[in-house]
C-alpha cells in the first residue's frame, strides 16, 4: 500500500489529453514539493517534472505539473503512442523523514 | 554530464547481506543528496534511503533496521549495504542523485535472493 494513492492505469486515444492524479497527506503532497517520473520497460525512471510544475530541459511543453492541498496532477497533451509508458509521482514526507512514491500509472494510447 | 553505475552481486543468498556501489561521474557529490531506490519485479518505486553529502542519512521506516549508506567521497561513491535478505528483497536497485530520485539515475541492478 503505497503512501501516495495514483490509478492503477489511464488512458486515451492519441492526440488527446490525458491527467494523472496522485493524492497524498499534509505532511507529504501538501508541505513538499511534487516529482513526476516516466519508467519505460526495462529502463530507469526518467525525471519528467520537479518542484510541482517544472521541466527538467529537454521535456516537451505537452507535459505539465500542477498541485493542490494534497493532491498533484500531471498532464500529458498531444498523447502520442510514445508516451505509452508507466508514470510515478514522488515527494518528501516529513512525518516520516522519508521520501514516497505513488504506486504508478500505466498510460495505454489507444 | 553526471553519469551514476551500480555494481554488485546479482545473486545473494537469504540472510545474507547485500553490499551494492555507486559510482558517480561527470559531477562532484558535494551539495547533494544521494539515494537508493528499488523496483521488485512487476511492481513500483520503493524508496530505500538516501544521505546528504555532508555524511546525514535517512531511511524508509520500513527498511530502516536492516540499512546502512555510506559515502565515499575520495573514489566518487556511495554505497548501501542491506541486512538479513529475504526472497522479498529482489529487485532492481537503482542509485539516482537527489532525495527523491531526480534528474539522474543509474540504469539499475538486478539483485536476486535465492539459496
Known amino acids: 500500500q503505497s503512501v501516495l494513492t495514483q490509478p492503477p492505469s489511464v488512458s486515451a486515444a492519441p492526440g488527446q489529453k490525458v491527467t494523472i492524479s496522485c493524492s497524498g497527506s499534509t505532511s507529504n503532497i501538501g508541505n513538499n514539493y511534487v516529482s513526476w517520473y516516466q519508467q519505460f520497460p526495462g529502463t530507469a525512471p526518467k525525471l519528467l517534472m520537479y518542484?510541482?510544475?517544472k521541466r527538467p530541459s529537454g521535456i516537451p511543453d505537452r507535459f505539465s505539473g500542477s498541485k493542490s492541498g494534497t493532491s498533484a496532477t500531471l498532464g500529458i497533451t498531444g498523447l502520442q503512442t510514445g508516451d505509452e509508458a508507466d508514470y510515478y509521482c514522488?515527494?518528501?514526507?516529513?512525518?516520516?523523514?522519508?521520501?514516497?512514491f505513488g504506486g504508478g500509472t500505466k498510460l495505454t494510447v489507444l | 554530464q553526471v553519469q551514476l553505475q551500480e555494481s554488485g552481486p546479482g545473486l545473494v543468498k537469504p540472510s545474507e547481506t547485500l553490499s551494492l556501489t555507486c559510482t558517480v561521474s561527470?559531477?562532484?557529490?558535494?551539495?547533494?543528496?544521494w539515494s537508493w531506490i528499488r523496483q521488485p519485479p512487476g511492481k513500483g518505486l520503493e524508496w530505500i534511503g538516501c544521505?546528504?553529502?555532508?555524511?546525514?542519512?535517512n531511511y524508509s521506516p520500513s527498511l530502516k533496521s536492516r540499512v546502512t549508506m555510506s559515502l565515499d567521497t575520495s573514489n566518487n561513491q556511495f554505497s548501501l549495504k542491506l541486512t538479513s535478505l529475504t526472497t522479498a528483497d529482489t529487485a532492481v536497485y537503482y542509485c539516482a542523485r537527489g532525495r527523491v530520485g531526480g534528474s539522474f539515475w543509474g540504469q539499475g541492478t538486478l539483485v536476486s535472493v535465492s539459496s
Open positions: 544521505l546528504y553529502y555532508g555524511g546525514s542519512t
Open positions: 514522488g515527494t518528501w514526507d516529513s512525518s516520516l523523514s522519508a521520501a514516497v
Open positions: 518542484e510541482n510544475n
Open positions: 561527470g559531477g562532484s557529490m558535494s551539495s547533494y543528496y
